[in-house]
């Protein structure tokens, strides 16, 4: 590492170093002037919970450390998606907003109220008869309708906000089972999300995540936990909708797998159908995974493009960093940056199984979160490293990760907690925040939409998080807004990547 910084700042050295850099990087920007207007055969979104801009910056500086750089000139692999617009995050009834109603913002088209997935901000929380009238779809839903295949993967329950507002109508993010409803609400009619997840859209192609307790019944012993009660079945209900997946699934290639071995050892061109629950409820945090049992986010996003790629007419993927917000909630940004990390590990992965002719492949977050790094930190300093000086008022050193509030809110003697007496760079190390909260909070500013492939350049500037959908349904000719896809003639006006390629290879001939 020392011997890379000295020569990387002997390079810094030199001005002809950044002007041939910034040359590069000019030249590279004038290639976008010939725009990519192909028509969209593949949609993939990749969701990081959580995971705003200052969370990006610190990740890609993890990045870079993690394979003895510096960090700071690592590019992420978002980072080289060539548009890059902002997304503002507010729900109808929330300046700072929640997981469920930007997850409907995103997925569905149409801002919401905090709490709710997939219903307009008509419906109220928790109130079950503002459910029915409200309903709105999602993208996944009109990918389905046009023959397209649809996956979800997630690393946190497959029931939970992000994933849920793809497929379920619900006024109550918590309703993951019946267990979690009240009487009322399924007096009422209201289905839990769990049940929603295989009756709203017939035949999702790939569902992969955690949640298996909310779908076996109350007090079934966990195939993984079989001695640990909390993560017993809890369905009220007593239905197995695993059991009943795989009995309606028995003849069309359907599989159900538990763990990383099942997972690894399918062969995806014998796999139509793919649902996949490893553990009873979120995966756990990468740095905690065990490697064995337990697959990684770039592993399941490796084999559900796999099997969805088989389809001729394409297919829509939801990816879900999911517990990047868990680890900031928490305090922990060792985790939740690891988090970040491995997400994007993902997005190289299906950068490699993609083409950017066909495939329009957008990265992006529900919402930020209140943490920073700072404190004048010196070049190539550990990301979870000190400041490089100490407090001018109470003379203790702090962290140059720090949180607006929060469960590292800390007292030892009435005075801040001198974090040099302790381990702040242990992997569950609570950063220092200065509201207690037993819970940190998210962050209210505009989120990084990153974007590559057909009509990407249509994410610019700064807009409303619910025109994401929006364009990838149009880069698609799917959903509501076709009529670009048909010209006076009935012809497609939109390009399939095929036609552009032929006509390359057919020029590229006549030079020759």
């Known amino acids: 590492f020392l011997i890379f910084m000295l020569l990387l700042l002997k ?24 725009l990519n207007t192909n028509k969209a055969k593949n949609l993939i979104l990749f969701l990081g919970d959580g995971m705003g801009v200052p969370t990006v910056t610190a990740a890609r500086i993890l990045k870079g450390q993690l394979n003895g750089q510096s960090g700071e000139e690592t590019r992420l692999e978002m980072d080289k998606f060539p548009f890059v617009s902002l997304a503002k995050t507010y729900n109808t009834n929330a300046q700072v907003p929640d997981s469920a109603g930007t997850a409907t913002a995103y997925l569905c088209g149409v801002k919401a109220n905090e709490g709710t997935v997939g219903v307009s901000a008509a419906a109220v929380r928790s109130q079950c008869n503002t459910t029915k009238g409200n309903e709105v779809t999602s993208i996944l839903r009109w990918a389905k309708d046009s ?32 267990n979690e409803m009240p009487p ?83 062969n995806p061109n014998n796999v139509d159908y793919l ?8 995966l756990t945090y990468d740095l905690e995974r065990n490697t064995d049992t337990d697959p990684s986010l770039t592993e399941m996003v490796d084999v559900a493009i796999k099997i969805l ?87 203790k050193p702090f962290t140059s990760i720090l949180y607006g509030n929060g469960p590292g809110y800390k007292l030892v003697t009435g005075a801040r907690e001198n974090v040099s007496t302790i381990d702040y760079q242990d992997n569950n190390y609570q950063a220092q925040a200065a509201v207690p909260l037993s819970m940190e909070t998210h962050g209210g500013e505009d989120v990084a939409v990153f974007a590559k492939g057909p009509l990407a350049h249509l994410l610019h500037g700064v807009h409303e998080q619910n025109y994401i959908p929006h364009v990838m349904a149009y880069a698609a000719c799917i959903g509501q807004n076709r009529d670009h896809c048909l010209s006076r003639d009935g012809a497609a006006a939109l390009k399939p990547a095929l036609s552009v390629m032929a006509a390359i290879l057919t020029v590229t001939r006549l030079l020759c």
């Not at 023959?147 to 993951?176: C, E, F, L, M, Q």
């Not at 299906?350 to 529900?366: E, R």
Request: with cysteine.
């Open 184 to 266: 009322e609400a399924l007096q009422a009619g209201c289905k839990d999300i769990a049940r929603q997840l295989f009756e709203n859209i017939p035949d999702i192609d790939v569902i992969m995540g955690g949640g298996r307790k909310f779908m076996f019944p109350k007090n079934q012993s966990d195939v993984e936990y079989p001695d640990v009660l909390k993560h017993s079945g809890t369905r009220k209900d007593e239905r197995n909708l695993v059991q009943e997946w795989k009995d309606k699934m028995k003849d069309k290639k359907g599989y159900y797998v538990w763990n990383k071995k099942q997972l690894l050892s399918l």
């Open 147 to 178: 023959g397209k295949s649809v996956g979800i993967v997630t690393t946190t329950r497959v029931n939970h906000a992000t994933p849920s507002a793809a497929y379920a109508h619900s006024v109550d993010r918590d309703w993951y089972s019946d």
């Open 275 to 282: 649902l996949g629950l490893f553990e009873p409820s979120d």
């Open 309 to 395: 790629r088989k389809n001729p007419s394409g297919f829509y993927l939801l990816v879900e960093g999911g517990r990047i917000d868990h680890g900031h909630h928490e305090g922990k940004a060792k985790q939740a940056l690891h988090e970040a990390v491995e997400m994007d590990r993902a997005i190289g992965r299906a950068g490699l199984m993609t083409s950017i002719h066909d495939t329009l492949t957008i990265v992006t977050a529900d919402h930020s979160h209140v943490f920073s790094f700072g404190g004048y930190t010196a070049r190539g300093n550990t990301i979870f490293g000190l400041a490089p000086m100490v407090s001018d008022v109470d003379q």
């Open 11 to 34: 390079q810094e050295k030199d001005p002809m170093f950044w002007n041939r850099w910034a040359q590069q990087t000019l030249k590279n920007a004038l290639t976008l002037q010939t």
